[in-house]
């Protein structure tokens, strides 16, 4: 049973920073991929980042990249991001994903773009003013 809730979303400041937390899967009985998307209001999904338990580079979308890390807590099954210099248009409802993979899919390529995740989250919304 996996059942992802996010949670770290408000409102901030232009320049400042957010970290969004995701839980509710647990890589030690499998390998995960592990993502972050968002959506802006009349906007499509787009991938923020994403991840692989099982190794393997992150990958960024291009106006996120060194400002957004993705990270994993391995002691409490924790998926984070990590927002620093936010911007008005990072503003979304940021979603968490997780597949569960015995191969790194989501490595591949801009595979993991599609969203083809078994599992998401409920939403958390950041809002930059």
């Known amino acids: 049973h996996v059942q992802l809730v996010e949670s770290g979303g408000g409102s901030v400041q232009a320049g400042g920073s957010l970290r969004l937390s995701c839980v509710g899967f647990d890589y030690s009985s499998s390998n995960y991929c592990l993502g972050w998307f968002r959506q802006a209001p009349g906007k499509e999904r787009v991938g923020v980042g994403v991840?692989?338990?099982?190794?393997?580079?992150?990958r960024y979308l291009g106006s996120v990249e060194g400002r957004f890390t993705i990270s994993l807590d391995n002691a409490n099954n924790t998926l984070y991001l990590q927002m620093n210099s936010l911007k008005p248009d990072d503003a979304a409802m940021y979603y968490c994903?997780?597949?569960?993979?015995?191969?790194?899919?989501?490595?591949?390529?801009?595979?993991?773009?599609?969203?083809?995740?078994?599992?998401w989250g409920q939403g958390t919304q950041v809002t930059v003013s």
């Open positions: 994903a997780a597949d569960s993979a015995s191969w790194g899919w989501c490595m591949d390529g801009d595979s993991w773009l599609s969203g083809s995740f078994g599992y």
């Open positions: 991840m692989y338990t099982g190794g393997g580079s992150a």
